[in-house]
């Protein structure tokens, strides 16, 4: 789906991305991480095609973004963290809008609005913006296309939004398309994103599936700090512990956990999750 090889982008003398390479497979949902300022948005971008990288590829179902072709186009959404909409009815823009890509479906569209308890008959600037992030989200989802980024997606949605919208993407994903989500707030998406990407200054910490990291890593907690602990956090009652996994255990992945614990252990990671 993405192939990325050796990229690297700057803003004038600022290094964002030095010789990256990742690939992306169609039927997951990708998981961005990574600190303020480490290029996760940069990212979105390059691949949707509004930036243009200064060495190295990125291929997107076989196109090269920035050439930003309409069968390239036709089969990719982004949805930025801040969307603003129109002063236009939200149906007709859904209507005006779905032309562009080959299996918009109307339909699903108005189911997902149902559910997201949006009113299509409002204009963008009627509503709030937790209901302008869902009515974009909903038509993203309703354009049915292969690869679907989106940039802190949860920003904005209040507690019951955010059920809707696991719920709605997790519907969404198919074997044949690929959606990226870039968040901070990894616990509004926990149980959804697999694999999980972590960027870091220049680079990739870690792009691993949640079975592969809780195969190598184990996730414990206790009343005291383990002695065998790469990483470990102070919680009510007792201590997370993040450990290497010897005894090949079953483990839930606490995915907090595991970024400050990728964080710390930035060459130890490496080491254990080496193919």
Same mark, same amino acid.
């Given at each position: 789906?993405?192939?990325?090889?050796?990229?690297?982008?700057?803003?004038?003398?600022?290094?964002?991305?030095?010789?990256?390479?990742?690939?992306?497979?169609?039927?997951?949902?990708?998981?961005?991480? /990574?600190?303020?300022?480490?290029?996760?948005?940069? +990212?979105?971008?390059?691949?949707?095609?509004?930036?243009?990288?200064?060495? /190295?590829?990125?291929?997107?179902?076989?196109?090269?973004?920035?050439?930003?072709?309409?069968?390239?186009?036709?089969?990719?959404?982004?949805?930025?963290?801040?969307?603003?909409?129109?002063? +236009?009815?939200?149906?007709?823009?859904?209507?005006?809008?779905?032309?562009?890509?080959?299996?918009?479906?109307?339909?699903?569209?108005?189911?997902?609005?149902?559910?997201?308890?949006?009113?299509?008959?409002?204009?963008?600037?009627?509503?709030?913006?937790?209901?302008?992030?869902?009515?974009?989200?909903?038509?993203?989802?309703?354009?049915?296309?292969?690869?679907?980024?989106?940039?802190?997606?949860?920003?904005?949605?209040?507690?019951?939004?955010?059920?809707?919208?696991?719920?709605?993407?997790?519907?969404?994903?198919?074997?044949?398309?690929?959606?990226?989500?870039?968040?901070?707030?990894?616990?509004?998406?926990?149980? +959804?994103?697999?694999?999980?990407?972590? +960027?870091?200054?220049?680079?990739?910490?870690?792009?691993?599936?949640?079975?592969?990291?809780?195969?190598?890593?184990?996730?414990?907690?206790?009343?005291?700090?383990?002695?065998?602990?790469?990483?470990?956090?102070?919680?009510?009652? /007792?201590?997370?512990?993040?450990?290497?996994?010897?005894?090949?255990?079953?483990?839930?992945?606490?995915?907090?956990?595991?970024?400050?614990?990728?964080?710390?252990?930035?060459?130890?990671?490496?080491?254990?999750?080496?193919?």
């Amino acid at each position: 789906m993405v192939t990325i090889d050796n990229l690297s982008f700057n803003y004038s003398k600022h290094v964002v991305f030095n010789d990256v390479s990742m690939k992306l497979e169609a039927g997951k949902i990708y998981g961005l991480l /990574g600190q303020n300022g480490v290029g996760k948005t940069t +990212l979105l971008k390059i691949m949707s095609g509004l930036l243009k990288l200064k060495s /190295g590829s990125c291929k997107v179902n076989g196109y090269e973004p920035f050439q930003r072709e309409p069968g390239f186009l036709g089969e990719l959404f982004f949805i930025p963290e801040d969307f603003m909409g129109p002063d +236009l009815v939200v149906n007709k823009f859904a209507k005006l809008r779905g032309e562009f890509y080959p299996n918009y479906d109307h339909n699903k569209f108005s189911r997902l609005m149902t559910e997201f308890e949006v009113n299509g008959n409002s204009k963008f600037t009627k509503l709030s913006f937790g209901q302008q992030k869902k009515a974009i989200i909903a038509f993203a989802l309703s354009t049915n296309t292969k690869l679907i980024l989106m940039d802190e997606p949860s920003n904005g949605l209040d507690i019951p939004s955010k059920a809707q919208l696991r719920r709605v993407i997790s519907q969404a994903s198919t074997d044949d398309s690929c959606i990226v989500i870039s968040t901070h707030q990894v616990r509004d998406l926990e149980n +959804l994103i697999d694999p999980i990407i972590i +960027l870091d200054k220049n680079g990739v910490l870690l792009n691993a599936s949640i079975d592969e990291i809780s195969q190598k890593l184990c996730f414990e907690f206790s009343p005291t700090v383990s002695d065998k602990s790469m990483y470990s956090e102070q919680t009510l009652g /007792g201590y997370i512990n993040v450990c290497k996994n010897e005894s090949n255990k079953e483990c839930k992945v606490n995915i907090e956990a595991l970024f400050n614990s990728v964080h710390q252990n930035r060459e130890l990671i490496k080491d254990i999750f080496k193919k």
